[in-house]
């Protein structure tokens, strides 16, 4: 049976405007911070990356918070909290991805990773009455699904993989659905959006650093020195600004709306890749990515059903 999440019975219907904003907001930082990663990629280790990404987030929202005359060391209320974002947004699926891309090719593995907005829908649909799947937004999450499939193209039949490293990949999957299930779930005490991503950016920094010690020592954060300028902004304007946006959206709007980030961030990927990188944009692209924001205006703008689907 369907509960209602802490706060939710009382908190009023964000506006359209709201949602479309977040999205957009969320989706356009989140897709740049492959321009920045690409500018990294092959000269700097993935855990060094993603250390020197987490960290400079977690800095970056602390001088905010101290800004704003709050302290940024976590309160106990909310100690469990960061460490379950951490683990499921954070070190968790950093580790399943970077196994996973050994031997798996990239076009399954991000149609596998874009599953997630489908299981954050139906697994939310079960827990929040707020929540509920109706058919206009269950059309609109598989037209999403079927746009990204597009956008894929071609990779998507690439072989090569595993079980074992399919397997990592629909676990990443899961592990960012439940992530996305806890923000909505944790209590209103503990719930400001940004204190939320200061605790996730903190414990998957953390995490990271501590991997890319362990696998490849010191060295691995040299390489950064010549990359400061892509590593400040992956860190302040890719993950600390999109990641309370993100979990301000989640808390307002639901995960499920939420969830369709998800989509928008491989559009505005590909268009940045022509814009900044020169890249080539077929006609297949711009059509998925048609496809893909007529899914998620279905999903977005569809109204809130509480108790029946």
Known sequence: MATTAPEASAA???????IASHLLVTAFFWGSSFLFIKLMAGQVSPFAIAAGRGLLGAVSLSLWLVWLGQSPLP?????RHWLILGATNGWIP?????????????????MIQAAGPLITAIVAHLIFAEERLSGRR???????LAGVALLIGPRLFEGGGTALSVLAMVATMLSYAAGNIYVRAVPAPAG??????????????????????????????LPLRDHWLALLALGIFCTAI?????????RAAGPTRAAMTGYLVPTVAATMGV????????????????????????????PRRVGAA
């Not at 269950?138 to 999403?144: A, Q, R, S």
């Open 192 to 221: 400001d959006p940004m204190r939320l991503a200061l605790g996730q950016q903190v414990v998957s920094g953390l995490s990271a650093s501590l991997l890319a010690l362990a696998f490849a020592g010191p060295a691995a954060f």
């Open 94 to 110: 950093n580790i399943l991805i970077a196994y996973a891309l050994i031997q798996l090719a990239s076009g399954p593995a991000a």
């Open 275 to 302: 814009l900044v990188l020169g890249e080539t944009l077929e006609l297949r692209q711009i059509a998925a990515g048609c496809i893909i924001l007529i899914g998620v205006f279905l999903v977005t703008m569809a």
């Open 242 to 250: 999109p990641m309370t946006v993100f979990m301000r959206l989640i």
């Open 138 to 144: 269950l059309v609109g999450i598989l037209i999403g």
């Open 75 to 79: 309160r106990r209320h909310e100690i």
């Open 12 to 18: 009023p219907e964000p506006s359209r405007g709201f």
